[in-house]
């Protein structure tokens, strides 16, 4: 059992938008900044998310993160179907003094 | 280019010990805090341990503390993760990344070493 909670599937057609909730506490992502991963099948996680909305050089503005409270949300518009992967969040539990992550988000392009 | 390799993986009996390292290159590597991230076949992403750039201070997940040690030669700009006291249950992919998952994020990531813990 993941201490931050995604939903396990999204799905959503060619050109539509998807969200993903990522629900914690106030001793992880109520304060902590969170950061969230793309996983292609077979391939290492990729930085999307950090700060909470942040995005990396070379990351797309259709991928785009809040926060509020406890939870963050994961937004992707123009869904495309090289999005198809697993969407991770991360923070930090600073009652568990540890690193946390959701169980992961399959995302499907119907 | 920043870039992440990791090494040291394969097969090792239950109760075995094993080191893995991650040569990073591209980067002023004592400037950044690291982290291993591992990832069971078919499962989620399981944090593992963390270190800051200096080494002053090392963190590790309930599930792997007093048997894993994380630690760094920055002179080599090198990670370590000692694993000692093998389970079956640590069997995964085990991935070097750079930063702390509290801060601005782990990024890039390595490619990845399998650790397979069997007898």
């Known amino acids: 059992q993941s201490v931050l909670t995604q939903p396990p599937s999204v799905s959503a057609a060619p050109g539509q938008k998807v969200t993903i909730s990522c629900s914690g506490s106030?001793?992880?992502?109520?304060?902590?900044?969170v950061s969230w991963y793309q996983q292609l099948p077979g391939t290492a996680p990729k930085l999307l998310i950090y700060?909470?909305?942040k995005r990396p050089s070379g990351i797309p503005d259709r991928f785009s993160g809040s926060k509020s409270g406890t939870s963050a949300t994961l937004g992707i518009t123009g869904l495309q179907t090289g999005d198809e992967a697993d969407y991770y969040c991360?923070?930090?539990?600073?009652?568990?003094?540890?690193?946390?992550f959701g169980g992961g988000t399959k995302v499907t392009v119907l | 280019e920043v870039q992440l390799l990791e090494s040291g993986g394969g097969l090792v009996q239950p109760g075995g010990s094993l080191r893995l390292s991650c040569t990073a290159s591209g980067f002023t590597f004592s400037t950044y805090a690291m982290s291993w991230v591992r990832q069971a076949p078919g499962e989620g992403l399981e944090w593992v341990s963390s270190?800051?750039?200096?080494?002053?201070?090392?963190y590790h997940a309930d599930s792997v503390k007093g048997r894993f040690t994380i630690s760094r030669d920055n002179s080599k700009s090198t990670l370590y993760l000692q694993m000692s006291s093998l389970r079956a249950e640590d069997t995964a992919l085990y991935y070097c990344a750079r930063g702390g998952i509290g801060l601005a994020g782990l990024d890039p990531w390595g490619q990845g070493i399998l650790v397979t813990v069997s007898s």
């Open positions: 991360g923070t930090w539990d600073n009652s568990l003094n540890a690193g946390v």
């Open positions: 270190i800051t750039g200096s080494a002053d201070n090392t």
């Open positions: 106030s001793s992880n992502i109520g304060n902590r900044y």
């Open positions: 700060e909470n909305n």
